[in-house]
């Protein structure tokens, strides 16, 4: 079962920030957390991750709780083409070989 | 670099008929995985490789699913004999063996069951 829980919608103004909010009460002390997006028929694409430390990327940025037990992740300008299904995933195991277990996701809406 | 290729794109047959699939990963790369995800659904992970040694197997129905990665490069998955509830869309995925990398993921194959 996935780790993690996100509010299955989301709507943002085309041009705002996105945040999309993600709880994962139950990571390990070693278990990274991964973002994936989904457009509708293509495979999932790899946005950021993190362990405990913020990080930040050309796509988006990574914000992670000092208790690490929820994140969340920006979309600093959101654009049309960012509308997808955004997927929070805890992964499970060693940092290179484990498991990544998706959930339902958030779909995020953006509009004009 | 090219990404994870997979073929077929598209893929209907009729139940109780078998079906293959295959993957290829990013060269070097020496995990591989292979989900599935239905319609409205996240993917749910079947089985993932380490080479060509199977990691996790736990959900993959093996009654009637088997998946084998020789040489440890590509991989084929295969449904036999098919039921109306294998529709979905399966997707393979690759990641190396260097700590705290990404996976990538193929743009997967479409099967319907009639």
């Known amino acids: 079962d996935a780790k993690t829980t996100q509010p299955p919608s989301m709507d943002c103004a085309e041009g705002r920030a996105a945040n999309l909010p993600c709880n994962h009460s139950t990571i390990s002390g070693n278990e990274y957390v991964y973002w994936y997006r989904q457009i509708h028929s293509q495979g999932p694409q790899y946005i950021i991750h993190?362990?405990?430390n913020n990080e930040t990327n050309e796509m988006a940025s990574l914000i992670i709780t000092e208790d690490r037990k929820s994140s969340t992740l920006i979309l600093p300008h959101a654009t049309l083409r960012d509308t997808a299904v955004y997927y929070c995933i805890v992964r499970v195991g060693s940092s290179n070989t484990g498991k990544l277990i998706f959930g339902q996701g958030t779909t995020l809406q953006v509009k004009p | 670099e090219a990404g994870v290729a997979q073929s077929p794109r598209y893929k209907i047959i009729e139940k109780r008929q078998s079906v293959a699939f295959w993957c290829n990963p990013i060269s070097g790369h020496a995990t591989l995985y292979w989900y599935q995800q239905i319609l409205g659904q996240g993917p749910k992970l079947l089985i993932q490789?380490?080479?060509?040694?199977?990691?996790?197997d736990s959900q993959l129905p093996k009654d009637r699913f088997s998946a084998e990665r020789l040489k440890g490069v590509d991989s084929t998955l295969k449904i036999q004999p098919a039921k109306l509830e294998d529709s979905a869309v399966y997707l393979c995925?690759?990641?190396?063996?260097?700590?705290?990398?990404?996976?990538?993921f193929g743009q997967g194959t479409r099967l319907t069951v009639v």
């Open positions: 490789f380490q080479n060509n040694g199977v990691v996790d």
């Open positions: 993190g362990l405990k």
């Open positions: 995925a690759s990641s190396s063996s260097d700590r705290n990398t990404e996976a990538f």
